[in-house]
């Protein structure tokens, strides 16, 4: 069998025997893995699933030991494509009943998410584990995106101030190649760079109040998160005050609560509608100079109420000269998602509205908190 053909047989499944030929060693093992999983898509349209000979139905496996399982036969990445799907699509959570399988289960952003959604419904017992789990999924998200807020906030580069302070962020390549054209070698066509310029970085000009306003509803779930985390990250630059509220058609103020990102997400609630327009309007409350305060809007403007309520919310801001961020949704891949035309008027109404990873929505803030 071709490696294609292999391909095909492995994803078809082996309804494609007839047709492709059957498998056999691990890579017998592999589809048998997949059949246990995603067999369940015939049960889920009505159809009776094809018990043939090896398979590995739910009576034949249990989910803890084909996580074993699939995670000896496939590489990572696959393993933690199948484990999502595992949990979010087609709902094992036995996967999250057992703390020794929550040792196994790979951390990841994906994790969480059914985490978050799971941890009202387990038993006391298993809670601690949860929060253990989930805890370390937000570390790692955390030390993935410090490094790129504290660049940001770090300050602009000045091209006309120099710095005794090497490093890489701060490289000046055109006074390098400037100053060091005497030592450029036509043999080999290069320069040799004896002496290095760096750039000094202006200042940033604190303080600085960020109010986030963050759609809870089923759709923002990684916005959400990363919101969390950026907000524990900017707690922790001296001179801002951050305020934060979590809504779909009611309200959570987590403000106090921003240091420990876990804490503000087990405050969430997935799901349900979307009332933007109460959530901005209760945000007024924070600002107190608007000069100096930025108002993050992270929603996908999809509101369930009447806009009109939230256009009269964002114009009282406009006119007092709050500095406005729309953040829309992105999904898995990484396409913006979200309401055109609600967005589209809040942007008129004077709103800067964009769709960025966090890393540039950092970025972003920093360059307005200038």
């Not at 951390?107 to 009202?120: A, E, I, M, W, Y």
């Not at 969430?268 to 108002?295: H, K, M, W």
Request: net charge neutral.
């Amino acid at each position: 069998m071709s490696e294609g053909a292999r391909r095909w047989r492995l994803a078809l499944g082996r309804y494609a025997n007839q047709q492709l030929g059957g498998l056999a060693g691990e890579d017998n093992a592999m589809d048998q893995s997949l059949d246990f999983l995603y067999g369940r898509e015939y049960e889920g349209r009505g159809l009776e699933r094809d018990r043939g000979a090896g398979s590995l139905d739910p009576t034949q496996l249990h989910a803890l030991n084909w996580l074993g399982k699939a995670k000896g036969l496939f590489p990572q990445s696959v393993f933690e494509t199948l484990q999502g799907h595992a949990l979010d699509r087609y709902g094992l959570t036995d996967l999250l009943k057992d703390p020794k399988t929550l040792d196994s289960l790979e951390p990841n952003q994906d994790l969480l998410k059914v985490l978050l959604s799971f941890h009202d419904r387990a038993d006391p017992a298993i809670k601690a584990k949860l929060r253990d789990v989930a805890d370390r999924i937000i570390r790692d998200i955390t030390e993935r995106l410090r490094h790129d807020v504290m660049r940001a906030f770090s300050g602009r580069r000045n091209r006309f101030r120099r710095s005794n302070i090497p490093s890489a962020a701060n490289f000046d390549w055109r006074n390098t190649l400037r100053e060091n054209l005497k030592t450029y070698d036509p043999e080999t066509r290069r320069i040799i760079a004896q002496t290095l310029r760096f750039n000094s970085r202006e200042k940033r000009r604190l303080p600085w109040t960020v109010v986030l306003c963050v759609d809870q509803s089923g759709s923002m779930t990684d916005s959400v998160i990363h919101s969390a985390v950026m907000a524990a990250i900017l707690c922790g630059l001296p001179g801002v005050t951050v305020k934060m509220v979590l809504f779909d058609t009611s309200i959570i103020d987590v403000s106090d609560r921003l240091t420990d990102p876990l804490d503000t997400l087990l405050s969430v609630q997935l799901g349900g509608g979307t009332n933007i327009g109460r959530a901005v309007s209760y945000c007024e409350d924070f600002i107190t100079d608007p000069d100096r305060t930025v108002f993050a809007l992270i929603s996908d403007f999809a509101e369930g109420a009447s806009p009109r309520a939230l256009y009269a919310a964002l114009a009282r801001m406009a006119e007092a000269r709050v500095c406005m961020i729309g953040l829309v949704a992105l999904d898995e891949q990484a396409a913006p998602y979200f309401d055109p035309m609600v967005a589209g008027k809040a942007a008129d109404i004077g709103m800067q509205v964009g769709a960025m990873t966090p890393d540039k929505f950092a970025a972003w803030l920093a360059e307005i908190m200038t």
